[in-house]
């Protein structure tokens, strides 16, 4: 199991910029696949934008060059760079790793965008 404790989420105006930080307990290289996923009122949970070990990344259409997904070795974390943010980005986001074995999550952080 690996333990992910996500922060920096909060209130944000449109078109501002927000980097949410997701911290492992373990080394992050060893973990086949890390990922944000986010989940708005009434509505399924999402991928955001993920990448591997191997170094693909995957971003959801609709943040393709707003959001950036990056990792850090050193500090065992995962950061989502939120640029350009609509009120379409408010959920709770996630964060995951895709280990053997169940996924493991983070407890979620709130993102609010201010139109």
């Known amino acids: 199991q690996v333990q992910l404790v996500e922060s920096g989420g909060g209130l944000v105006q449109a078109g501002g910029s927000l980097r949410l930080s997701c911290a492992a307990s373990?080394?992050?290289?060893?973990?086949?696949?890390m990922g944000w996923y986010r989940q708005a009122p009434g509505k399924q949970r999402e991928l955001v934008a993920a990448?591997?070990?191997?170094?693909?990344?995957k971003y959801a259409d609709s943040v393709k060059g707003r959001f950036t997904i990056s990792g850090d070795n050193a500090k065992n974390t995962v950061y989502l760079q939120m640029n350009s943010p609509t009120p379409e980005d408010t959920a709770v986001y996630y964060c995951?790793?895709?280990?053997?074995?169940?996924?493991?999550w983070g407890q979620g952080t709130q993102v609010t965008v201010s139109s």
């Open positions: 995951n790793a895709r280990v053997v074995g169940p996924d493991c």
């Open positions: 990448f591997t070990t191997g170094g693909a990344t």
């Open positions: 373990t080394r992050i290289f060893s973990i086949n696949a």
